[in-house]
């Protein structure tokens, strides 16, 4: 057994031999329309990286002001959306190696796929239906909540249960995500030495999504005072520093190693299918 956290597909070829009978057909279909689970990870861990990299970017336009056609806002729209393929591609990476590794019965690994898939319905219900119900977007939102819009905060304290009802499904949102990651974390330390999800940075994204988390219960705490026509709680700054800052950079590294592992674990992958395109 390598050491935990060193990529094991530098060394031990990518595993697709065991299960082949069965999921065989399924097998061939899948990766014509989607790639093997590397090639999955390759492009889920890419996405997500880009995704942390604009938020970094967004905060820094924020404080600078406007680059160009680049603004704070349009960047935190592309952030928006651009993360929830990519985490259903995470997903779809980890529902694939369970057939490769012919283990098409691991429960824990449809939940892995099955928590992905819930977390971007949930993030996509929070931040584009919902705020519909108010009139306005959830950055207009937001940006009445700090005091930035005095239309959308009054939209806002008007729209009153709809906007507790996007802090609860926001707060759910990062609770699943963090969950997912721990479901990732026990995958990693089972995974057998052949296959590449024990070369995935399973605990750099525990810290991370669980900074977030806890980032964004603190950020609901300071800003639900003000729908009452309070000022904002004490715990925004932590929770803005930790969600748009420390949370970043952290899961930023852990896709950095990801987007690696990916890369190597396609290469091997074709060198043990020559025949696959």
Do not use: C
């Not at 704070?72 to 591609?89: K, Q, R, S, Y």
């Amino acid at each position: 057994m390598p050491p935990r956290g060193r990529n094991p597909l530098l060394s031990v070829a990518s595993p697709v031999s065991s299960g082949r009978g069965a999921g065989l057909e399924y097998r061939g279909r899948s990766h014509r329309l989607l790639g093997d689970s590397a090639t999955r990870l390759l492009w889920a861990s890419a996405l997500l990286l880009a995704t942390n990299l604009i938020w970094i970017l967004a905060v820094a336009l924020n404080l600078l002001g406007p680059l160009g056609f680049l603004s704070a806002g349009g960047l935190a729209w592309v952030a928006f959306t651009l993360d929830l393929p990519g985490a259903i591609l995470l997903g779809a990476a980890y529902g694939r190696l369970r057939w490769e590794a012919g283990s098409a019965r691991s429960i824990l690994r449809v939940a892995i796929f099955w928590g992905f898939i819930g977390w971007a319905a949930l993030s996509a219900y929070w931040r584009f239906v919902l705020p519909l119900v108010t009139g306005t977007d959830v950055q207009d939102l937001l940006q009445g909540l700090l005091g930035a819009n005095s239309g959308a905060l009054t939209l806002a304290r008007n729209a009153w249960p709809s906007i507790q009802q996007i802090f609860g499904v926001w707060i759910a949102a990062a609770g699943l995500f963090f969950a997912v990651h721990v479901l990732i974390a026990v995958d990693y330390r089972r995974s057998p030495r052949t296959e590449w999800s024990l070369g995935a940075p399973a605990y750099a994204w525990v810290v991370g999504t669980g900074l977030s988390f806890v980032s964004t219960i603190l950020i609901a705490a300071a800003l639900l005072p003000v729908l009452a026509g309070g000022l904002i709680g004490p715990t925004f700054v932590a929770g803005a520093v930790g969600k748009l800052l420390v949370a970043p950079n952290i899961m930023l590294s852990g896709y950095v190693s990801s987007l690696d592992l990916g890369r190597v674990a396609r290469r091997e992958g074709r060198r043990d299918r020559p025949g696959w395109p």
